[in-house]
């Protein structure tokens, strides 16, 4: 047994000192939200948003690259009987054109225009229907890997990061999804 410790010196604030508080706490990881910000069109792209939340309290964990369904076109279809030929013959005599298609496994289709602009298939699919053919559109979508960055935020600092990114990235408008529920959210 060794010689007894002295005791602890504890100084207590007089009437006239005010109590400091406590410091502040670094957040802890059980207190930090993952959040994917994308999709990008690059990786430079979204490096430059993670560099422009560097100092914000946000936390960078990594780029991945999520499969991001596009769409890519309008297809203008109309359903092709059990003789397609006679039913392009129609639509030819009434100054259309198309051809015989079995995309997406829906059966024999006559694709009469692929439009990158919605407003350009629905003049057309308006013509149709004003001639009495049952025309619709069909998105074409196409899968893409498109980088998303990986961060780690408070509560407390994840409006000082989205406030930092507009500011330095004028028009940046990634979303801030959720990592957890992997819902998508615009801000």
């Not at 990158?116 to 890997?145: F, H, M």
């Not at 935020?153 to 330095?168: C, I, N, R």
Request: charge should be neutral; charged fraction near 25%; glycine fraction near 12%.
């Amino acid at each position: 047994m060794g010689p007894p410790e002295p005791p602890l010196a504890v100084s207590v604030p007089s009437a006239g000192e005010a109590a400091l508080p406590p410091p502040a706490q670094a957040p802890t990881s059980e207190s930090l939200q993952c959040f994917l910000l994308g999709p990008g069109t690059s990786i430079t792209e979204v490096d430059r948003w993670g560099a422009a939340i560097a100092g914000t309290g946000v936390t960078q964990a990594s780029v991945r690259r999520l499969d991001q369904e596009t769409v890519t076109g309008y297809r203008v279809m109309v359903p092709a009987p059990s003789r397609p030929e006679v039913m392009l013959g129609k639509l030819a005599a009434a100054g259309f054109e198309g051809f015989v298609t079995d995309k997406g496994g829906r059966g024999p289709e006559i694709s009469l225009g692929l439009f990158q602009v919605r407003a350009n298939a629905e003049r057309l699919r308006t013509r149709l229907r004003e001639q009495g053919y049952a025309a619709t559109i069909l998105p074409d979508r196409e899968v893409r890997k498109t980088p998303w960055l990986e961060v780690h935020v408070s509560a407390q600092d994840l409006s000082g990061a989205k406030a930092a990114l507009v500011e330095k990235i004028p028009g940046a408008g990634p979303e801030w999804r959720d990592c957890r529920r992997g819902s998508a959210g615009r801000d």
